[in-house]
């Protein structure tokens, strides 16, 4: 596992929905002054830029997605909720602004690090479970944004790990996206793993009533 090669660029050089399905059972190796954490990965989920509404490209480059328009195999990392750092995969050629999230894995190497990286005490099966525990696990935040993980020498790196049978390979909806995005089978698992998060749907927010002194976003 840990003496594969990184995934070249030309893997991720590819239509999101090819490379998505092909990440799974691959490994994330993230090297820090702490120690090594490797996580393979059991699901994730695929946005296609400009041509879906789900994605943060969708509306087109801006400081905070700068890295989606650039290379492929590049680490797109952001903040989301105030609280959770979560990791994506540049895909398809520079200016396409396509990525895959890494939404969940198991934890292979360096579960006692992941484990310290919580503040409280997780199951072996929780804790990349998610795509916040998946970066807290591998101690990602945002010094990995722009991170070339085909890098042979690169402290975080994408390795090819086992290959899953296409029979074992399931989809269905991204978890919590709405409009017209919502409908896309772009998020992809591995059949009868434990560490596949839970999916659930987006959560339609109902209008405020006049002279709540709030705005509606």
């Known amino acids: 596992m840990a003496t594969d090669p990184p995934l070249p660029r030309d893997f991720f050089a590819r239509c999101v929905l090819d490379v998505a399905p092909d990440l799974l059972g691959a490994t994330v190796e993230h090297r820090s002054a702490a120690g090594l954490v490797v996580v393979r990965l059991t699901e994730v989920e695929a ?3 400009a041509d879906d509404p789900g994605s943060h490209a969708f509306r087109g480059e801006t400081p905070r997605n700068a890295v989606m328009f650039g290379p492929p195999g590049h680490v797109y990392v952001y903040f989301t909720y105030g609280m959770h750092w979560c990791m994506n995969l540049v895909c398809g050629p520079p200016g396409q602004a396509a990525a895959v999230l890494l939404r969940a894995g198991e934890v292979v ?3 006692d690090l992941a484990r310290s990286r ?11 479970r998610g795509p916040a525990r998946l970066t807290v696990a591998l ?3 945002r010094t990995g944004n722009g991170v070339d993980a085909t890098g042979p020498r690169s402290a ?3 390795r090819r790990g086992e290959t899953v049978d296409a029979s074992r390979v399931l989809s269905g909806p991204r978890v919590g996206v709405a409009g017209d995005g919502a409908g896309h ?4 698992w591995v059949a009868d793993e434990p560490t596949v998060s839970t999916y659930r749907p ?3 927010r109902r209008p405020l009533p006049r002279g709540s002194g709030r705005l509606s976003t």
Request: hydrophobic share 40%; no cysteine.
């Open 118 to 128: 919580r503040t409280t005490s997780w199951s072996p099966r929780d804790l990349a």
């Open 185 to 188: 089978p772009w998020r992809f």
């Open 202 to 204: 987006a959560v339609s």
């Open 109 to 111: 190497v360096g579960e």
């Open 47 to 49: 946005y296609d830029g």
């Open 139 to 141: 101690g990602v935040d």
């Open 156 to 158: 975080l790196v994408v």
